[in-house]
């Protein structure tokens, strides 16, 4: 239940930090977030767990914001039913705002402040994009590691006509994909594997690659969003057709990329602590 209450707490922060905000979005999946809650009781499950704290708040978030734009009426069977976890602690949820100078100054400091630093953006700024910027975390990403140094990575970058069409097909960024500059998707060549007992290698080393390539982007002042490739069998062939990408290569990922806007707004998206996924064995 854990991993269902985090995917419609995200849903709900995306829709929180749209720059074309739509009020009272996203009720079917604030409805079930609900009965997702009241079944995570009623089984007895901690109340203090981190993700059940942070779906609380930001639906709480969502209501807040509701009652200031005049909507109270409209969202008052929403109050009603939260109103049974009003002894949940407040935390911080919803929207985080950064600023271009911030984060620029952050991203060239430590890993750590590069890893705290870097979200994945989805509204990018207007403007002139410097592509050098992506060729030198293409470049960084060279030294990812990966199973017997195989490198079977690829990256297909649009810069111009197939942007929307990528995006279109991948379908998670929707109205946000403004000043979108370039898109990479990123596959990974069967042939490079041997035999069955690797069949999970290209989405191991696929998933490194990517997440290099991101904090490289991230290093380099790149504001990126990874994007899912979570295909059913018409947008894999789509996809496909469209990039020319041979059937031995797994796509991996979609990228998003563009300039930072001065102030841009990410969710939050709490993080579980270390402690709740490290088991010690001996």
């Given at each position: 239940m854990?991993?269902?209450?985090?995917?419609?707490s995200?849903?709900?922060?995306k829709?929180?930090?749209?720059?074309?905000?739509?009020?009272?979005f996203?009720?079917?999946?604030?409805?079930?977030m609900?009965?997702?809650?009241?079944?995570?009781?009623?089984k007895?499950?901690s109340?203090?767990?981190s993700?059940?704290?942070?779906a609380?708040?930001?639906?709480?978030?969502?209501?807040e914001?509701?009652?200031?734009?005049g909507f109270?009426?409209?969202?008052?069977?929403?109050?009603?039913?939260l109103?049974?976890?009003?002894?949940?602690?407040?935390?911080t949820v919803g929207?985080?705002t950064l600023k271009?100078?911030?984060?620029?100054?952050?991203?060239?400091g430590?890993f750590?402040?590069?890893?705290?630093w870097?979200?994945?953006?989805r509204?990018?700024?207007?403007?002139?994009f410097d592509?050098?910027?992506?060729?030198?975390?293409?470049?960084?990403?060279?030294?990812?590691?990966?199973?017997c140094?195989?490198?079977?990575?690829?990256?297909?970058?649009?810069?111009?006509?197939l942007?929307?069409?990528i995006l279109?097909?991948?379908?998670?960024?929707?109205?946000?994909?403004?000043?979108?500059?370039?898109?990479?998707?990123?596959?990974?060549?069967?042939q490079?594997?041997?035999?069955?007992?690797?069949r999970?290698q290209?989405?191991?080393?696929?998933?490194?690659?990517?997440?290099?390539f991101?904090?490289a982007?991230?290093?380099?002042?790149?504001?990126?969003?990874?994007?899912?490739?979570?295909?059913?069998?018409?947008?894999?062939?789509?996809?496909?057709?469209?990039?020319?990408?041979p059937?031995?290569?797994?796509?991996?990922m979609?990228?998003a990329?563009?300039?930072?806007?001065?102030e841009?707004?990410?969710?939050?998206?709490?993080?579980?602590?270390?402690?709740?996924f490290?088991?010690?064995?001996?």
């Amino acid at each position: 239940m854990r991993g269902e209450i985090a995917f419609y707490s995200h849903a709900i922060e995306k829709g929180l930090i749209h720059r074309e905000f739509r009020p009272l979005f996203g009720k079917s999946k604030l409805m079930y977030m609900l009965d997702l809650l009241e079944e995570y009781t009623e089984k007895g499950y901690s109340r203090s767990d981190s993700r059940f704290v942070g779906a609380v708040n930001v639906i709480r978030d969502y209501c807040e914001i509701h009652v200031k734009l005049g909507f109270n009426d409209q969202i008052s069977w929403i109050v009603g039913r939260l109103s049974q976890f009003e002894a949940i602690p407040s935390t911080t949820v919803g929207a985080l705002t950064l600023k271009r100078s911030d984060v620029l100054k952050h991203v060239k400091g430590s890993f750590s402040d590069l890893s705290n630093w870097r979200h994945s953006v989805r509204d990018f700024a207007a403007g002139d994009f410097d592509e050098s910027r992506v060729e030198e975390a293409l470049r960084i990403s060279e030294r990812t590691p990966s199973v017997c140094n195989r490198q079977a990575w690829k990256v297909y970058i649009s810069k111009r006509a197939l942007k929307q069409p990528i995006l279109d097909i991948q379908g998670g960024i929707g109205g946000m994909a403004h000043d979108v500059a370039e898109v990479a998707v990123i596959t990974m060549d069967n042939q490079y594997f041997g035999n069955v007992t690797e069949r999970n290698q290209a989405f191991v080393d696929g998933g490194l690659f990517s997440m290099t390539f991101l904090y490289a982007l991230a290093e380099q002042g790149v504001a990126a969003c990874p994007l899912n490739a979570d295909f059913n069998n018409r947008n894999d062939l789509r996809m496909r057709k469209l990039l020319n990408i041979p059937y031995q290569e797994s796509i991996i990922m979609v990228i998003a990329m563009g300039n930072y806007s001065e102030e841009s707004k990410v969710p939050v998206s709490l993080r579980d602590s270390y402690q709740h996924f490290t088991k010690v064995v001996d």
